[in-house]
Nanobody, 121 residues
């Protein structure tokens, strides 16, 4: 059983900062990519940022220069530092991890339960 547990969401004023954290636990052999997605009301879920096992990163254009993704491979955690937040960043943020449960199983994706981020103007 694999679980991804997020924390750090909340309400913040425009221009403020928040840090989201996600910890993976359970039966894990290895974790490849980890990332954050978000879904605003009435919109599709979109990629915010992703980080590979080798720590290469990629960001959505809308958050480049404002958000920073990082991971701790020893702790199986991924963080998202969000600065200069805008009302358009309001969404439920979901943690994602591509996990191999055993040495012989295929890597597959797992999701956290989501954490609400609300940015007021």
């Amino acid at each position: 059983q694999v679980q991804l547990v997020e924390s750090g969401g909340g309400l913040v004023q425009a221009g403020g900062s928040l840090t989201l954290s996600c910890a993976a636990s359970g039966s894990i052999f290895s974790i490849n990519a980890m990332g954050w997605y978000r879904q605003a009301p009435g919109k599709q879920r979109e990629l915010v940022a992703i980080i590979t096992g080798g720590s290469s990163t990629s960001y959505a254009d809308s958050v480049k220069g404002r958000f920073t993704i990082s991971r701790d491979n020893a702790k199986n955690t991924v963080n998202l530092q969000m600065n200069s937040l805008k009302p358009d960043d309001t969404a439920v943020y979901y943690c994602y991890a591509a996990i191999q449960i055993t040495r012989t199983t295929k890597t597959r994706g797992f999701w956290g339960q989501g954490t609400q981020v609300t940015v007021s103007s």
